[in-house]
């Protein structure tokens, strides 16, 4: 049975055109922007293979396009290739053959002085939200954009812009351990849109989140793409994928097994 016209989920369709806090639209800003305007796909993967050593084969033969502005699932059971997808995406890994392109650049031949500009435009949100326990809330998001280089009055204007669109402008001074997961979880998205970015990666980011609080996740990606930021998530959340009635890509011992336009977790 699928759930496709769940009333929480219409519901978050209905609020991104209502009254919610106004989401600003991405700056222009590198090759991804760049791509953007020019109306040219987000992602493409072209034949791309990965063997970790000595021979784990994780990808084998993936190519797909994934156009700016969509929303996409990534499923797979564990150990299919999904992490080595996003890790490939962000440059932290490099195919074995094949070509990953994002936003019109081939980041096999990405200059190294551009891969963090190429981080920079992709924010990235994480099962264990990889947030630092000795800083705030704000801190926390204060910190990425300082490693950025942000001005001071750069971030005193942005961080409480992004906290206000998560729904946390009142928790800005709680400390990660003072806030619950889909806080937590709330406060990783905020540091990782804050700047905007054209592309947003998810891996499992309701992983550790009871299924209240994982629809409350998902409304929020939702709104996130609905201002035309495209979206990748990572996940084995099934009924939210069958709810969501996304494009699903889904993975099988590496090899791409499907790709639905308007899926749900598994054929039916
Ligand atoms: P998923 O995210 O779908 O669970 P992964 O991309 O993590 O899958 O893993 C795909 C395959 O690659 C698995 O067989 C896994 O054991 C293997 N793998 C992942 N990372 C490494 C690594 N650093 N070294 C060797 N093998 C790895």
Do not use: W
């Not at 992602?43 to 929303?71: H, R």
């Not at 992709?122 to 809330?137: E, M, Y």
């Amino acid at each position: 049975m699928t759930t496709a016209h769940d009333p929480e989920l219409t519901k978050a369709a209905d609020d991104v055109n209502g009254s919610g806090p106004p989401v600003m639209l991405p700056e222009p800003e590198g090759a991804i922007a760049e791509a953007q305007a020019g109306g040219r796909p987000m992602i493409v993967f072209d034949a791309v293979k990965k063997v970790y050593e000595p021979n784990v084969v994780a990808l084998e033969d993936v190519s797909l396009t994934i156009d700016k502005g969509e929303f996409v699932f990534l499923v797979g059971p564990s150990g299919s290739g999904k992490s080595t997808m996003v890790r490939l995406l962000i440059k932290e890994l490099e195919p074995t053959s094949g070509r990953i392109i994002i936003g019109g650049r081939e980041l096999g031949r990405l200059k190294k002085k551009l891969v963090p500009i190429l981080r920079r435009n992709i924010g990235c949100v994480f099962q264990d939200f990889k947030l630092l326990p000795n800083r705030t809330a704000f801190e926390n998001i204060a910190y990425a954009l300082k490693v950025q280089g942000e001005s001071s009055a750069a971030i005193r204007s942005k961080v409480p812009e992004v906290l206000a669109l998560v729904g946390l402008s009142h928790k800005g001074a709680s400390y990660p351990d003072e806030l619950s997961g889909g806080e937590q979880q709330r406060v990783s998205i905020a540091r990782a849109f804050v700047n905007h970015p054209p592309l947003l990666i998810c891996d499992e980011p309701t992983g550790n989140l009871d299924p209240d609080t994982s629809v409350g996740i998902m409304q929020l990606l939702y709104r996130i793409n609905q201002t035309g930021t495209t979206v990748v998530m990572a996940t084995h959340d099934r009924e939210m994928v069958d709810k969501m009635r996304r494009r699903v890509i889904a993975l099988e011992d590496g090899h791409l097994m499907r790709d639905e336009r308007r899926g749900g977790y598994v054929n039916r």
